[in-house]
């Protein structure tokens, strides 16, 4: 059985009224070892610090997480996690995910179970469309993928491209969304690289090669968030690819918060689509980073999986009011279609038909600040992006639920 860790976080236990507080357990799925524990601290954090902000609005509710950990990107372990936490646990809701293969081997149980499940990280399209029970509060690969490709031909005029890819799900569909719309609007996809698996990361470096003898206008990467991400960044620096007029884009998986400060000068002018980062100014954002700083320290930083983490927990909490408790899968699901929040990213809305997030893609450009650290200015913007591949119908997105 799987080492399990149980954290209760709640509001008061007794409410003005003298009634006792309700708990509601929800069950945690997430990476806490391996490759991926410092995206599962984030997400983490980001759902305790929605349950900081919210305390009162939470009343008489308390929530105790059941978490699990998920290992390996593999789906095995989130397997086994997801069937213990529905059987012998007896939550209520089910959260977390960060890798889309774990969320895709869990999905036949999640339609057993009939428990809500809100995905906060994994990012396949068509994920939503194997359980009617999943919500995503996190993103697909296509909004951040598709919005790229448009912006990579008009507004930074490219007319051919380079794709490297980590080769699993979200890197599919990213290649995909990306190529679907950069070919719609004029340019021409010249070469697509698989670039290793999520698993450990690989040398960049034949495959970066292989990509700058090709001269284009940009070289399109998708790779997990985390190590990943600042090994390409490194390599695309360590092989001269911007003195050779090649421009590094992506989506922000690439630019993650809390990796960008390591990058150091090789990030300074890649450009990425993505729906957060901690540099947004806007008032929720300011009180959330501001309470992230407090509870974590000065110098941490929240990022675009801990967003996920904690409008995952503002939807939990309306489906927990919604449903007077009770937690109803499919009445917990039926109060989220069309839920709208207004989240450290921007405005946010479930779309009713798909149970995926719509929400605001930013244009980005990574610039060094008069206080000489890395910061992600917003170039551009485009707003209530849907998830476009279900949009289009394409491959397994055409499943309508």
């Not at 919604?322 to 946010?348: H, R």
């Not at 809305?349 to 930013?362: A, F, K």
Request: one cysteine or more; glycine letters at 10%; aromatic letters at 8%.
């Amino acid at each position: 059985m799987s080492k399990r860790l149980v954290v209760a976080i709640a509001a008061l236990a007794i409410t003005a009224s003298g009634a006792m507080a309700q708990e509601v357990k929800v069950g945690v799925v997430l990476p806490y070892t391996g490759i991926g524990a410092e995206l599962a601290q984030q997400i983490d954090r980001g759902m305790e610090i929605y349950l900081k902000l919210h305390a009162n609005e939470i009343k008489p509710y308390t929530f105790k997480f059941i978490k699990r950990d998920s290992k390996a990107p593999n789906g095995a372990e989130a397997k086994v996690a997801v069937q213990e936490l529905l059987t012998q646990d007896k939550v209520d809701a089910l959260a977390g995910f960060v890798y889309s293969p774990d969320a895709i081997a869990s999905a036949p149980l999640i339609a057993a179970g009939k428990k809500l499940a809100v995905i906060m990280n994994a990012g396949t399209a068509f994920i939503t469309n194997l359980a009617p029970e999943f919500v995503r509060t996190s993103f697909t690969m296509w909004q951040s993928g598709y919005t790229m490709g448009v912006a990579a031909a008009k507004d930074l005029h490219a007319k051919t491209a380079v794709v490297a890819y980590t080769d699993y799900p979200p890197g599919k569909d990213s290649l995909e969304a990306f190529k679907t719309a950069f070919e719609a609007n004029g340019g021409k996809v010249i070469d697509t690289i698989p670039a290793g698996g999520p698993g450990a990361v690989p040398d960049f470096t034949p495959f970066f090669q292989r990509a700058k003898d090709e001269h284009p206008d940009v070289l399109y990467i998708f790779v997990p968030a985390g190590d990943h991400a600042t090994a390409a960044a490194k390599t695309y620096a360590a092989l001269g690819m911007r003195a050779a007029g090649i421009k590094l884009i992506g989506p922000g998986d690439i630019t993650q918060d809390i990796k960008l400060q390591g990058m150091g000068a090789a990030a300074v002018g890649l450009i990425t689509m993505h729906h957060y980062n901690a540099d947004l100014n806007n008032p929720e954002n300011k009180r959330f980073v501001a309470a992230w700083k407090k509870a974590y320290g000065a110098d941490s930083t929240p990022d675009f999986m801990a967003v996920g983490g904690y409008d995952g927990m503002a939807a939990i909490a309306h489906a927990v009011k919604a449903t007077k408790g009770k937690m109803d899968g499919a009445e917990a699901v039926k109060s989220l279609e069309g839920w709208k929040f207004n989240s450290p990213q921007g405005p946010i809305m479930i779309d009713p038909q798909t149970r995926d997030i719509v929400m605001n893609e930013y244009l980005d450009e990574v610039v060094l600040g008069p206080d000489k650290k890395l910061h992600q200015k917003v170039i551009g913007q485009t707003d209530h992006v849907k998830d476009e591949c279900k949009e289009l119908g394409i491959g397994r997105c055409a499943a309508k639920k």
